[in-house]
């Protein structure tokens, strides 16, 4: 009786710490797959090149891999980068496609950043 009490006892102190990393992963988890959902509503194709526009309105293509980017810092759905276009920082948003006139569409696949996610 009084061993088995100990055993669950134990196995409960055991189990906590492992529960938190779990819910701390459910939690990064549900953040990438509503970026992916995100950007599939968006129309764009997954971890692919998608189109941003720059606070000053600058059309440029960029290759948006969710959960996963090395040359800008990250916040959420908006990404502070290089803008090629005005040779300046700035918050970029994924913009869509359709929403783009033909004129803008050529304009923001001329303008490719660097190949690096
Ligand atoms: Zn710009």
């Given at each position: 009786?009084?061993?088995?009490f100990?055993?669950?006892r134990?196995?409960a102190?055991?189990v ?7 819910r701390h992963?459910l ?9 992916i959902?995100g ?13 941003v526009?720059?606070?000053k309105?600058?059309?440029f293509?960029t ?20 803008c090629p ?14 929403d783009?006139s ?6 923001a ?9």
């Amino acid at each position: 009786m009084f061993s088995c009490f100990t055993l669950r006892r134990n196995r409960a102190h055991a189990v906590s710490p492992r529960d938190s990393h779990r819910r701390h992963m459910l939690i990064v988890v549900a953040a990438i797959l509503l970026e992916i959902v995100g950007i599939w509503l968006r129309g764009h194709r997954l971890g692919g090149n998608v189109v941003v526009r720059c606070r000053k309105g600058h059309l440029f293509t960029t290759i948006w891999i969710p959960a996963a980017s090395l040359k800008s810092l990250r916040l959420g759905w908006w990404r502070f980068q290089r803008c090629p276009v005005g040779k300046h920082w700035s918050l970029v948003t994924p913009v869509k496609e359709s929403d783009l006139s033909e004129e803008q569409k050529r304009t923001a696949h001329e303008n490719k950043d660097i190949r690096i996610p």
